[in-house]
């Protein structure tokens, strides 16, 4: 594993260079995404290409690049890195002006840098197979426009090291109205009385590609009810189950908030059903 992609070739991740003076590097002004992939076989594409292809419009960078070409930059990257369980890491700045200014510069190309990670296997879907995290709450510090996955991450990695400096795997956030909005690197479910709620979409949220293929996927099945509803923080303290899920965890259930167990403080049957309809189908997108 070690060859990368940048502005139009392949070449190993070390000799991969951009210029101080690109916008990326100097704003964070950018778009990402990470596609899982197991064996060679893609997780959620397309939705993820879709929310690229929002992003990209939703801060006017404009990349020229057929539809064909993202897939074929994506198999290029499993061929080249051995297959296995990749992360695809694909990321385009404004691209590199010769004056640090902060608006727009003109008449400049894009920067196209992708590469391969290696990623834990899939989730079981088997309680005692599963790795429950414990999490910390905080309010939501960020920016408003976190709908859009930018490349501008400080707020979510200060959120995040605020969990981890007190031993804990996430961090939940919540509003000014006391609402939950999000974790700092993964959306968030909760259960209560059978029923799976989570927060619906707006600027304070990203619509995080595992949410999306998980609704989806509950919905057509159709055995789980499912909401999307404002959830107060005192609805997560009084929950049965409590769910994070993100692109590279699939579905992580979370058994302590604020050293407080969650419900019985054991994996949940609704994770187990969740999680083998999960794995059964998360391929199909």
């Not at 070739?9 to 778009?31: N, T």
């Not at 302590?256 to 059903?273: F, K, M």
Request: glycine residues 10%; proline residues 6%.
């Amino acid at each position: 594993m070690g060859i990368a992609f940048l502005n139009g070739s392949f070449l190993p991740i070390e000799q991969a260079k951009i210029s101080p003076m690109d916008r990326g590097f100097l704003f964070g002004d950018g778009i990402y995404e990470v596609v899982p992939s197991y064996q060679g076989k893609m997780v959620g594409f397309k939705p993820h290409m879709e929310r690229m292809k929002h992003g990209l419009s939703a801060i006017g960078i404009p990349l020229d690049w057929s539809q064909q070409q993202w897939p074929d930059l994506c198999h290029r990257l499993i061929e080249e890195n051995g297959s296995g369980n990749l992360g695809l890491y694909l990321h385009i700045s404004r691209g590199t002006d010769s004056s640090r200014s902060h608006g727009f510069p003109k008449a400049v190309d894009p920067t196209v840098f992708a590469y391969a990670f290696e990623i834990a296997p899939p989730p079981i879907a088997d309680k005692a197979m599963a790795k429950p995290y414990s999490v910390s709450t905080a309010r939501d510090m960020r920016w408003e426009r976190r709908h859009i996955k930018s490349t501008a991450l400080l707020g979510n990695v200060l959120h995040f090291q605020y969990g981890l400096e007190r031993g804990h795997g996430e961090t939940l956030l919540y509003n000014a109205d006391n609402e939950l909005t999000e974790a700092s690197a993964c959306n968030v479910f909760v259960v209560k009385n059978g029923t799976v709620l989570t927060p619906p979409l707006d600027h304070q949220k990203l619509p995080g590609i595992t949410r999306f293929m998980l609704l989806d996927m509950l919905r057509k099945d159709g055995r789980i009810p499912v909401e999307e509803r404002a959830i107060t923080m005192d609805e997560v303290a009084g929950a049965d189950e409590v769910w994070i899920t993100s692109s590279s965890k699939e579905i992580v259930p979370v058994t302590e908030v604020d050293g407080v167990p969650v419900g019985n403080g054991q994996v949940g049957d609704i994770w187990l059903a969740a999680q083998t309809l999960y794995s059964a189908n998360k391929f199909n997108y």
